[in-house]
């Protein structure tokens, strides 16, 4: 039984204003991209990653990664398209652990027949650690169908309306902020995806909409996604400590 790791990496990165695409941007000297699926494999638990890339950076991002077991396609107009667009590809592409491709054979035959997990991981969320990964991949092989990682909020969370007020307070303690890896049984994502009609921003809410439980184990405060320049900044800053 293997785990395979998708990652979607074919964001603009609009809100982040740099001159490439968010997950090429350097942190420390490396691309995003090569930090997310460097701790991804770190992690020991996931066997193969497929990226899916801007549809123009295919071919950097096969360089970027060469020698890992990582194949590279490209992904779609929004995050749930380029998930899917690598889920496709489990069925259709294998790869070994020197980085090489090839056609998998008859359907259901192969090694991608013997894929029980998948996780689905952002990008940009260049500072997951491997633990995180680790954490996530043992809830889903103890039983739970989806898995999520979700931290507490610390501040108060209003509703407003477009005009900015406030219609209500909305009791933060039931409240989870969630993150990836988000971890799934094969099965179970492929059949959400079957079955979904629109975009989603988590991968969970596809599970959720076919009445799946979706399980939480503790999130981590490094995991956080990079969005914005300040983001970016923070990375830097946590990185330079662990380096220093
Ligand atoms: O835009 P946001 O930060 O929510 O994107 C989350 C992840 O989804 C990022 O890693 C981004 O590269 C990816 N994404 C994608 N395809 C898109 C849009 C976003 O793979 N069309």
């Known amino acids: 039984m293997s785990v395979v790791a998708v990652v979607p990496a ?3 990165g609009v809100r982040l204003g740099a001159a490439v695409p968010k997950a090429f941007v350097s942190l420390g000297g490396v691309p995003m991209l090569v930090r997310t699926v460097d701790g991804l494999l770190d992690s020991r638990v996931v066997d193969r990653v497929i990226v ?3 549809a123009d950076q295919v071919g950097t991002a096969r360089s970027l990664l060469a020698g890992r077991p990582v194949v590279v396609l490209a992904g779609g107009a929004d995050r749930t398209e ?3 667009c690598a ?3 489990i069925g259709r ?4 652990a020197h980085g090489g491709e090839r056609a998998a054979g008859s359907p259901g035959g ?3 027949s013997q894929v029980d997990t998948v996780l689905v991981h952002d990008a940009a969320r260049p500072l997951t650690p491997p633990e995180l990964t680790a954490a996530v991949v043992a809830a889903v092989r103890s039983g739970h169908p989806a898995v999520v990682p979700a931290l507490p909020l610390a501040d108060t969370v209003k509703q407003v309306d477009g005009d900015g007020r406030v219609h209500g307070t909305i009791d933060r303690s039931v409240l989870r902020a969630v993150q990836t890896p988000q971890g799934f049984s094969y099965d179970v994502l492929r059949r959400a995806y079957a079955a979904a009609t629109s975009a989603a921003t988590d991968d969970a809410g596809l599970v959720e909409a076919l009445g799946e439980p979706v399980h939480t184990v503790p999130g981590h405060a490094s995991a956080f996604k990079v969005t914005t320049p300040w983001d970016l900044e923070l990375a830097e800053l946590l990185l330079r400590r662990r380096t220093s």
Not at 93 to 96: K, M, P
Request: net charge neutral; no cysteine; charged share 30%.
């Open 87 to 89: 889920l496709r590809a």
């Open 10 to 12: 074919a964001g603009s």
């Open 82 to 84: 380029s998930v899917r």
């Open 110 to 112: 192969g090694r991608e």
């Open 52 to 54: 899916a890339a801007p």
């Open 93 to 96: 592409v294998t790869e070994d």
